[in-house]
């Protein structure tokens, strides 16, 4: 089924690199190489989020840091990146059950980490993207099929429901944690490969900025977080003065909490402050109407095969998110690929970067569960007394 049908060319070294998937790592691979002179093009499942009026799935906004800051730098849009889309986090805003705050810096004062949101990030380099002559876009297209030797790929078109073919020189699978471009890789290589879903989920929860000033409701340049031993609630700054709230708990404490008055006896033991922020409607329609999503590690290797397809991003090394690193190092990707590509050919510096980046992927795996219980786990020893209270959930 794969051969023939609307393919564009039998020369391979003629083909252009095909990218499966157009979030965030897939965008950033295409758009810098292409800057490098590639020809490229970007397969998508999901439309353009662009024209979309609400964008479904994870985390709102994320932490930017220096590992992403410095494939934006490649592009030359660290700066549009940093003034126009970022609110700087200087450190941890600690918040304990009593109410009391606490700052703890991330590093000197000029240092910090980014909060930015996951919609502006894609948007931009999607904007990029367009207006780059190399970098065709398809958008709506799923990759069903492929077959890595020939390089031939195979799409369902999700508004013409039709079947399209390309051919690409190299494949490139930035398709997330669950790949199917990894999937191929599976077959024909002997990839080692382990999932870890934690028994932890998490939520996300709003705060709106304050009805009397209009401005953030909580002091603006921090991460907050209520570290509570077993579990954990963080908010993170939005430029429309909204806080996104992510609630990590135990999926069984989640079902524990039964009932409105249950929900709102927990919160009031362990996050009182938090209430009158997130309201108590919308905390409790948002707990019930949407539940808890579940968290995924993913680790392999290698990362490539042959000199035909690699895997980046969340498809080569899917993290919990408490390091806040899972994009940063699919940016990290890239710009290590950038960077084998001033000694070799794409095809070439495919097997290098298996060699060079596979420890520091499952490292950073490692790093990032370590970081739940580091994050969690700030708090007084007080906090145990309290949590028996809730032992039973
Ligand atoms: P994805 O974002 O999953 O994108 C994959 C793309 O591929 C999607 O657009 C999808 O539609 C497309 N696709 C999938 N299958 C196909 C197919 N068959 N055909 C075509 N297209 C396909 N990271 C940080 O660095 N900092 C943070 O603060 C942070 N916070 C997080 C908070 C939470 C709650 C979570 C869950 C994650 C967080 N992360 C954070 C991790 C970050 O979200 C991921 O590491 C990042 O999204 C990975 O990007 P990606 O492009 O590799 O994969």
Excluded at 34 to 45: D, H, I, N, P
Excluded at 362 to 377: S, T
């Amino acid at each position: 089924r794969l051969n023939g049908k609307n393919s564009i060319s039998s020369n391979r070294s003629d083909r252009p690199i095909c990218i499966v998937g157009g979030g965030l790592v897939g965008s950033m691979a295409a758009c810098t190489l292409a800057k490098r002179g590639y020809q490229v093009k970007l397969y998508e499942m999901r439309e353009d989020i662009r024209k979309m009026e609400v964008v479904r799935g994870k985390s709102i906004n994320l932490a930017l840091s220096e590992r992403g800051r410095s494939a934006f730098r490649l592009l030359g849009l660290e700066d549009e990146m940093l003034n126009n889309y970022a609110i700087p986090m200087k450190g941890r805003m600690i918040h304990e059950t009593s109410g009391r705050k606490r700052f703890i810096p991330y590093g000197r004062e000029d240092q910090a980490i980014y909060s930015i949101s996951r919609r502006h990030l894609n948007e931009a380099l999607l904007n990029f993207a367009e207006k780059m002559q190399n970098i065709e876009i398809h958008f709506s297209h799923k990759l069903v099929n492929c077959n890595l030797d020939k390089g031939e790929l195979e799409f369902k078109d999700l508004n013409t429901k039709s079947t399209k073919s390309d051919e690409a020189s190299v494949i490139i699978g930035c398709d997330g944690a669950h790949s199917k471009v990894r999937l191929e890789l599976m077959k024909r290589t002997r990839l080692n490969f382990s999932q870890t879903y934690i028994d932890h989920g998490y939520l996300e929860l709003c705060i709106q900025p304050d009805p009397i000033t209009g401005n953030h409701a909580l002091e603006v340049n921090y991460l907050h977080i209520w570290p509570r031993g077993t579990f954990m609630m963080i908010a993170l700054p939005n430029l429309d003065k909204t806080y996104t709230v992510t609630l990590f708990m135990p999926f069984r404490q989640f079902k524990a909490i039964k009932t409105p008055e249950k929900l709102i006896d927990f919160f009031t033991t362990y996050f009182p402050d938090s209430i009158p922020l997130i309201g108590r409607e919308n905390l409790i329609k948002t707990f019930f109407d949407v539940g808890p999503s579940p968290l995924i590690s993913v680790k392999c290797d290698p990362y490539h095969y042959k000199d035909r397809a690699l895997i980046i991003g969340d498809a080569a090394h899917a993290m919990v998110p408490f390091y806040g690193q899972g994009m940063n190092c699919g940016f990290e990707d890239v710009t290590i690929l950038n960077e084998l590509l001033n000694e070799s050919h794409l095809p070439q510096s495919l097997a290098k970067f298996s060699a060079i980046r596979v420890k520091d992927g499952h490292a950073i795996c490692e790093l990032a569960l370590y970081n739940y219980i580091e994050m969690r786990d700030l708090v007084n020893s007080r906090l145990f007394l309290l949590r028996k209270r809730f032992d039973n959930i």
